[in-house]
């Protein structure tokens, strides 16, 4: 089993740019998150997607934007990007919705927004 | 809204000696409570949660922790801490509810030899 896979691990953006990153979950599972980990801080709830559709948004503007495809792959996109959104970003997935089940997560994506 | 607070921010211990790191969290409702952990360079690994019923939670590599609800805490301690034991460590709190989870901002744990 692969666990959650996250790509790509890295990348470098220009402000304003827009930029996709993408998440395929565990096998048997059917719910992703996304979580922003800034540096020192802790994991910040971005949105979750089960079946499809957005089912949980944190406090984040439009700019982040995401989406489930049906083999429940996933994928966040942020658009004009600013200095601030650099960051490590992780998706986690777990079967079904709810916080009681484990949630397994990635290895991340750092981001470096120049 | 629920929130977290990790009142140490770094934990320096010696190796094979005991550790708690404290964690305490708001809420007004009905919460569930983990404790995450997260090597250099890696994702989160689920260290244990509380969900229900027994406030003493045993979960992996020898962590245990326990929810107190009249003091709003759920510290994670172990007996003897190994140089392996390195890592941040953040606690985490959701609303029974709820499908997001919210974490605190980490602990490190330092391990000297």
């Known amino acids: 089993d692969a666990g959650v896979t996250q790509s790509p691990t890295h990348l470098i953006k220009t402000r304003g740019q827009q930029v996709t990153l993408r998440c395929s979950p565990k096998?048997?599972?059917?719910?992703v998150s996304w979580y922003q980990q800034a540096l020192g801080q802790g994991p910040q709830f971005i949105f979750q997607?089960?079946?499809?559709?957005?089912?949980q948004r944190g406090n984040f503007p439009d700019r982040f934007s995401g989406h489930q495809f049906p083999n429940y792959s996933s994928e966040l996109n942020v658009n004009a990007l600013l200095l601030g959104d650099s960051a490590l970003y992780l998706c986690?997935?777990?079967?079904?919705?709810?916080?009681?089940?484990?949630?397994?997560f990635g290895q991340g994506t750092r981001l470096t927004v120049v | 809204a629920q929130s977290v607070t990790q009142l140490d921010s770094q934990v320096p211990v010696f190796e094979e000696a005991p550790v708690e790191l404290r964690c305490n969290y708001s809420?007004?409702?009905?919460?569930?409570l983990f404790w995450y952990v997260q090597y250099p360079n890696q994702g989160l690994q689920l260290l244990l949660k509380?969900?229900?019923?027994?406030?003493l939670v045993k979960g992996i590599n020898g962590f245990e922790a326990e929810f107190n609800k009249s003091q709003t805490s759920f510290h994670l301690r172990k007996p003897s801490v190994h140089i392996s034991d390195t890592a941040e460590y953040f606690c985490?709190?959701?609303?029974?509810?709820?499908?997001?989870?919210?974490f605190g901002k980490g602990t490190r744990l330092h391990i000297l030899p």
């Open positions: 986690a997935s777990s079967s079904g919705r709810g916080a009681r089940t484990e949630a397994f």
């Open positions: 096998s048997g599972h059917d719910t």
């Open positions: 997607y089960y079946e499809e559709e957005e089912r």
């Open positions: 809420s007004s409702v009905s919460v569930y």
């Open positions: 509380y969900l229900s019923g027994s406030t």
């Open positions: 985490a709190v959701s609303d029974v509810r709820d499908d997001k989870i919210i």
